[in-house]
Nanobody, 119 residues
Framework: QVQLVESGGGLVQPGGSLRLSCAASGRFFSISYMHWYRQAPGKQRELFAHITSGGSTNYADSVKGRFTISRDNTKNTVSLQMNSLKPQHTSVYYC?????????????WGQGNQVTVHS
């Protein structure tokens, strides 16, 4: 059984930093893409950071220069470094990972991690 476990959320003051991590465990052959989504209260879940198996990254304009996505293929983890946080970054953050359990790639979600930016 495949599982994604997120860690690292919490409360931070404006201008502060947080680092989120998402670890995949269980039986699978390989990991393809890894994404970070966020969902603010009353809004739809949105994709804002993406990293390929080769390490290429892509970001939504709203987080460019402020957030950094990275992955460690030896540990099956994806991380998100968030700097200069603002109250509008308050959301539940989710990792989404495509794993190859058999011949097909399947998308899996982490449990979600609350990030609150408040003074």
């Amino acid at each position: 059984q495949v599982q994604l476990v997120e860690s690292g959320g919490g409360l931070v003051q404006p201008g502060g930093s947080l680092r989120l991590s998402c670890a995949a465990s269980g039986r699978f052959f390989s990991i393809s893409y890894m994404h970070w989504y966020r969902q603010a209260p009353g809004k739809q879940r949105e994709l804002f950071a993406h990293i390929t198996s080769g390490g290429s990254t892509n970001y939504a304009d709203s987080v460019k220069g402020r957030f950094t996505i990275s992955r460690d293929n030896t540990k099956n983890t994806v991380s998100l470094q968030m700097n200069s946080l603002k109250p509008q970054h308050t959301s539940v953050y989710y990792c989404n990972v495509q794993l190859f359990v058999g011949s097909d790639g399947l998308g899996y979600w982490g449990q979600g991690n609350q990030v609150t930016v408040h003074s």
